[in-house]
C-alpha cells in the first residue's frame, strides 16, 4: 500500500462550489497532515495543517482527519478560478525525519 | 515568514556536464533539508534527506553517485546532478526543516529550479 494516496483527478468543480479533496495514509502512528497548493512550475505552498480529529476552517478552507479512518480531506468552498492547480496532501510519519507526499489532486474550477 | 533560497531557478546544461544547485535557508537554521525531483504533471518524488554534517540519506532509485548532497551548514545545502543526461530534466525543489519549530508549518520550500539537459 502506497503511503499517501490521493485521486489524481482532475477533479472539475463550478465556481462558487464547494471542491472536496481527499487522501488516505497509511501509516496509523501518523501525527501532523498538510495540504498543500502547487500552481505549474512553482513549488508547494502551505494552506492548511492539521493536527487533531475533526476540522479545521480558516477562511474558504476546511481540513478535516479522521485518524480511526486514516484519512484527511480539504473542503474549498465557493471555489474561485484562481484555487485551479494541483493539491499535494503530506504526512509526516514521525519516523525517518520525513514528510511524505501523496501525488497530488488537479482541480479545475469551472467559471 | 521564513524564507527559503534556491537558484538557479532555471539552467540549461549541455549532456555530460554537472549542475549545482543551491539551497539556503535565509532567517532560519535547519536541520534537515529535503530535495525533490518533479516531471511534467507528476507528483514531488523525494530523493534524498540531508542533515547537517551526515551523508544525505537517498531514497530508493536515487543514484547517490550521480545526485551529490552536500550539507554543510545548517542554512545550505547542494545538490549536484553530475554527468547530466536529457533524462535528467526536470524540476528540483529543495525544502528546510526548521531546527525551531515555526508557526505550523514544519517544511520551507525553495522556489524550484527547471534544469533542461540538451
Known amino acids: 500500500q502506497k503511503e499517501v494516496e490521493q485521486n489524481s483527478g482532475p477533479l472539475s468543480v463550478p465556481e462558487g462550489a464547494i471542491a472536496s479533496l481527499n487522501c488516505t495514509y497509511s501509516d496509523r502512528g501518523s501525527q501532523s497532515f498538510f495540504w498543500y497548493r502547487q500552481y505549474s512550475g512553482k513549488s508547494p505552498e502551505l494552506i492548511m495543517s492539521i493536527y487533531s480529529n475533526g476540522d479545521k476552517e480558516d477562511g474558504r478552507f476546511t481540513a478535516q482527519l479522521n485518524k480511526a479512518s486514516q484519512y484527511v480531506s480539504l473542503l474549498i468552498r465557493d471555489s474561485q478560478p484562481s484555487d485551479s492547480a494541483t493539491y499535494l496532501c503530506a504526512v509526516d510519519m514521525n519516523r525517518d525525519d520525513k514528510i511524505i507526499f501523496g501525488k497530488g489532486t488537479r482541480l479545475h474550477i469551472l467559471p | 515568514g521564513a524564507v527559503v533560497s534556491q537558484h538557479p531557478s532555471w539552467v540549461i546544461c549541455k549532456s555530460g556536464t554537472s549542475v549545482k544547485i543551491e539551497c539556503r535557508s535565509l532567517?532560519?537554521?535547519?536541520?534537515?533539508m529535503f530535495w525533490y525531483r518533479q516531471f511534467p504533471k507528476q507528483s514531488l518524488m523525494l530523493m534524498a534527506t540531508s542533515n547537517e554534517g551526515s551523508k544525505a540519506t537517498y531514497e530508493q532509485g536515487v543514484e547517490k553517485d550521480k545526485f551529490l548532497i552536500n550539507h554543510a551548514s545548517l542554512t545550505l545545502s547542494t545538490l549536484t546532478v553530475t554527468s547530466a543526461h536529457p533524462e535528467d530534466s526536470s524540476f528540483y525543489i529543495c525544502?528546510?526543516?526548521?531546527?525551531?519549530?515555526?508557526?505550523?508549518?514544519?517544511?520551507?520550500f525553495g522556489s524550484g529550479t527547471q534544469l533542461s539537459v540538451l
Open positions: 525544502s528546510a526543516r526548521p531546527l525551531v519549530l515555526m508557526g505550523n508549518e514544519k517544511l520551507f
Open positions: 532567517d532560519f537554521q535547519a536541520t534537515t
